[in-house]
């Protein structure tokens, strides 16, 4: 599975970003979809996951509320709408996959199916 992400880049604090993540190769509605983010210096923190085939939604608890997470199964597509950004929210995010995977597998990011990042910059 390719996993290949878009839409990162510089918004003001309080904007909205919409990421996008679509997966192509072997892919099919047992996969689970997520974000991830990273800082330079930090660990890697989970963001959101979603279910291909059902569509059960994650979420870390700081996002909840601001970030929505929703899929296109026809493109075989994730989006991470991100509203209410902080400078806090600046972060490298990658989308990440694997199949079957339960929650706590996910959030650990124990998964074999990684995209390249694209980085969000919250700042004025």
């Known amino acids: 599975v390719q996993l290949q992400a878009s839409g990162g880049g510089l918004v003001q604090p309080g904007g909205s970003l919409r990421l996008s993540c679509a997966a192509s190769?072997?892919?099919?509605?047992?996969?689970?979809m997520g974000w991830f983010r990273q800082v330079p210096g930090k660990e890697r923190e989970f963001v959101s996951a979603?279910?291909?085939?059902?569509?059960?939604?994650w979420y870390a608890g700081s996002m909840k509320g601001r970030f929505t997470i929703s899929k296109d199964n026809n493109k075989n597509t994730i989006y991470l709408q991100m509203n209410g950004l902080k400078p806090e929210d600046t972060a490298v995010y990658y989308c990440?996959?694997?199949?079957?995977?339960?929650?706590?597998?996910?959030?650990?990011?124990?998964?074999?199916?990684w995209g390249k990042g694209t980085l969000v910059t919250v700042s004025s």
């Open positions: 979603i279910r291909l085939n059902g569509g059960g939604t």
């Open positions: 990440a996959a694997d199949y079957r995977v339960i929650q706590s597998t996910f959030i650990a990011g124990k998964l074999d199916y």
């Open positions: 190769g072997r892919t099919s509605r047992d996969l689970v």
